[in-house]
C-alpha cells in the first residue's frame, strides 16, 4: 500500500509539472540607447534581425559623389559608406497602430512578431511626444523624443527619427528570456515518471 501511494505522488508530480509550465514573458525589456548622429539629409532605408542599420545619405559627398550613398552602423558604430547598399535582409516591421488606453495618440507604430513600439503622446495636452514599447498589456516608456518614422525587427531593436532633436537614435533590446523552455519541463515530468518506475522495481525487489 505505502508503495502505490508513493507511485502515485510521483506521478501527480510529473503531470502537473507537464500541464501547467507555462513561460512566462518578462514585464519589460531592457534596452541600450544608441545615438546614429543627425538626420539632416540622412534618410533611414533599413535594419536587419541582428540590429544593423543602413541610413540612405541621398548623394552624399562621402561616396564620391555617387548617386547613391549608403551608411552601415552596428552597435552604434558607423563602419563606413558605400555606393550600393548592402546585402542584408531587411525585416523594418509592418506600420500598426497599437491600442493605449483612452487619451493616448499615437504618432507613428510599429509591429514585429508580436512586438509594438510607436511614438506619441500620453495625452493630448502635451508638448512632445515619447517613445513606448508595449502594450504587454501596458507600454512602457523607452525615451524622450520621437514624432517621425520608427522601425522594429524581429528581435525588438528600434530605430526612430526623433525630429526634435534631429538625430537618428537605436535601441538595442538586451533582454534575454531566462525562463526554461517548454522541452526542459517536459524532460523533467519524463524524468520524474522514470524516477518512480525505478524506485518501483527497487522497492518491490527489496520486499521479496
Known amino acids: 500500500m505505502k508503495i502505490a501511494k508513493l507511485l502515485r505522488s510521483f506521478a501527480m508530480i510529473a503531470i502537473a509539472v507537464m500541464l501547467f509550465a507555462t513561460p512566462l514573458s518578462a514585464s519589460a525589456d531592457t534596452y541600450q540607447i544608441l545615438n546614429l548622429g543627425n538626420d539632416a539629409a540622412r534618410f533611414f532605408y533599413g535594419l536587419d534581425d541582428s540590429g544593423t542599420v543602413v541610413l540612405d545619405l541621398n548623394a552624399s559627398l562621402l ?26 535582409a531587411y525585416d523594418n516591421g509592418t506600420p500598426c497602430t497599437p491600442g493605449f488606453a483612452a487619451g493616448w495618440v499615437v504618432l507613428q507604430g510599429v509591429c514585429n512578431n508580436g512586438r509594438e513600439a510607436s511614438t506619441g503622446y500620453l495625452s493630448a495636452g502635451e508638448g512632445f511626444p515619447d ?13 524622450k ?4 518614422s520608427i522601425f522594429m525587427n524581429n528581435q525588438g531593436d528600434i530605430v526612430w527619427d526623433d525630429i526634435y532633436s534631429e538625430n537618428f537614435f537605436e ?32 522497492l518491490l525487489q527489496s520486499s521479496k
Open 63 to 88: 561616396c564620391g559623389g555617387s548617386a547613391n550613398c549608403y551608411q552601415t552602423f552596428v552597435g552604434g558604430l558607423s563602419t563606413g559608406f558605400s555606393s550600393t547598399a548592402p546585402a542584408l
Open 131 to 143: 517613445v513606448f514599447t508595449g502594450p504587454d498589456p501596458v507600454a512602457d516608456f523607452l525615451a
Open 145 to 148: 523624443g520621437g514624432g517621425s
Open 171 to 202: 535601441a538595442i533590446d538586451l533582454t534575454t528570456d531566462q525562463v526554461p523552455e517548454p522541452s526542459g519541463f517536459l524532460l523533467l515530468g519524463t524524468g520524474l515518471i522514470a524516477g518512480a518506475g525505478t524506485m518501483r522495481r527497487r
